[in-house]
């Protein structure tokens, strides 16, 4: 089960981290991921992190601006987002997947609203 938290309304510019919590001793063999999904919009991918941490992949749309990070000590993984945008405002959900297998386990949604 997954819990992500964070979420909340920010002016352009600002910046949030989002937390996903998971209960359940296979999190550190998950491969993580963040998706969002804007009004109107397909759910898109925007994050994935390898389960050892080792390795990070980004969209396009959030290089250099998002940070995906996780504490497999503490079953949490991260998404520190900073320089937001209007266009990034969506629900965001985390996801977790073992390595080679589609995301199976959803969190349930964290509102992410950015200002002009």
């Known amino acids: 089960q997954l819990q992500a938290c964070g979420g909340g309304l920010v002016q352009a510019g600002g910046s949030l981290r989002l937390s996903c919590a998971a209960s359940?001793?296979?999190?550190?063999?998950?491969?993580m991921g963040w998706f969002r999904q804007a009004p109107g919009k397909e759910r898109e991918f925007v994050a994935a992190?390898?389960?050892?941490?080792?390795?990070?992949y980004y969209a396009d749309s959030v290089k250099g601006r998002f940070a995906i990070s996780r504490d497999n000590a503490k079953n949490t993984v991260y998404l520190q987002m900073n320089s937001l945008k209007p266009e990034d405002t969506a629900v965001y959900y985390c996801?977790?997947?073992?390595?080679?297998?589609?995301?199976?386990?959803w969190g349930q949604g964290t509102l992410v609203t950015v200002s002009s």
């Open positions: 996801a977790g997947r073992f390595a080679g297998t589609e995301y199976r386990y």
């Open positions: 359940g001793r296979t999190f550190s063999s998950y491969t």
């Open positions: 992190i390898s389960w050892s941490g080792e390795s990070t």
